[in-house]
T-cell receptor, first 114, second 112 residues
């Protein structure tokens, strides 16, 4: 099915470990982004990309790294996991702004850092 | 900085009653506004997208209005059903960078 696919769905990490959250879309969307959702804080933008090879920081980028080598994939790397990074992570994508399409979200990755 | 507020934070209604969910934003220079539904432990499902040039958008029992000048959008759900119980999120899309700014959501419970 067309859409945004995130893996894994659940992950437990120890403090200091690193990992990569995967995100792939098959809709040829130019824009992709990562959000984290925390109780009482809502959804906050971590990093985003307006096209392959182009990334930029969002509201809460510290501790995370991204790259966009292809249109389809936008992985999020946790460099050295901390308990404060316990959260639900969502990847989202959309067409070019001028096409007036909204965003499509993945089903999320629930990360716990112990 | 764009701020998006949703009031009330929670709402409980009997089945059959109409739902009115409010979303307000501080910067009227938006491109689009999108309403989402989120079930517990699940991802976000897009409900309606309103372009900045539109004043409303309808899909089935759902109707969303947009008043850019006053910085408000309202989501109406007619004849609510228990299956409508979920958290409803609004998000504005600013032209620069196509980034979403979310409200805190309204948690809805429809009682049978």
């Amino acid at each position: 099915n067309a859409g945004v696919t995130q893996t894994p769905k659940f992950q437990v990490l120890k403090t200091g470990q690193s990992m990569t959250l995967q995100c792939a879309q098959d809709m040829n969307h130019e824009y992709m982004s990562w959000y984290r959702q925390d109780p009482g804080m809502g959804l906050r933008l971590i990093h985003y990309s307006v096209g392959a090879g182009i990334t930029d920081q969002g509201e809460v980028p510290n501790g995370y790294n991204v790259s966009r080598s292809t249109t389809e994939d936008f992985p999020l790397r946790l460099l050295s996991a901390a308990p404060s990074q316990t959260s639900v992570y969502f990847c989202a994508s959309s067409y070019n702004l001028g096409d007036n399409y909204g965003y499509t979200f993945g089903s999320g990755t629930r990360l716990t850092v112990v | 900085k764009q701020e998006v507020t949703q009031i009330p934070a929670a709402l409980s209604v009997p089945e059959g009653e109409n739902l009115v969910l409010n979303c307000s934003f501080t910067d009227s220079a938006i491109y689009n506004l999108q309403w989402f539904r989120q079930d517990p432990g699940k991802g976000l499902t897009s409900l309606l997208l309103i372009q900045s040039s539109q004043r409303e958008q309808t899909s089935g029992r759902l109707n969303a209005s947009l008043d850019k000048s006053s910085g408000r959008s309202t989501l109406y759900i007619a004849a609510s059903q228990p299956g409508d119980s979920a958290t409803y999120l609004c998000a504005v899309i600013k032209a620069a960078g196509n980034k979403l700014t979310f409200g805190g959501g309204t948690r809805v419970l429809v009682k049978p």
